[in-house]
């Protein structure tokens, strides 16, 4: 049977971040790169609770259950102003988004 070091965790939690950053930086889709940020936000608590893990400390899951938390209330707040540009604008590209030039 193979364990999971902390290496490994680590290694598939910067490969999520590296791909979040990547879906946020290459698409242009707000909705989309809303999801590119909550992969970032996931990768970041899986680091968190690999360290908690492997250091025999529960101080990585109280920050995790924090951080979850507040991300349930952003995913609110963010789909929402999603939907009222998607309403106002009927476009979620990024591109035609830019509230300056109206």
Known sequence: MITATLDHYLLLSAALFALGFLGVLLRRNALVIFMSLELMLVAST???????????????????????????????????IIVALFRQRHTLQVDELNALKH
């Open 46 to 80: 899986l680091a968190l609770v690999a360290f908690s893990r492997f250091n025999r400390t529960l101080d990585g899951n109280v920050f995790v259950f924090f951080i979850l938390t507040v991300a349930a209330a952003e995913v609110a707040v963010g789909l929402a």
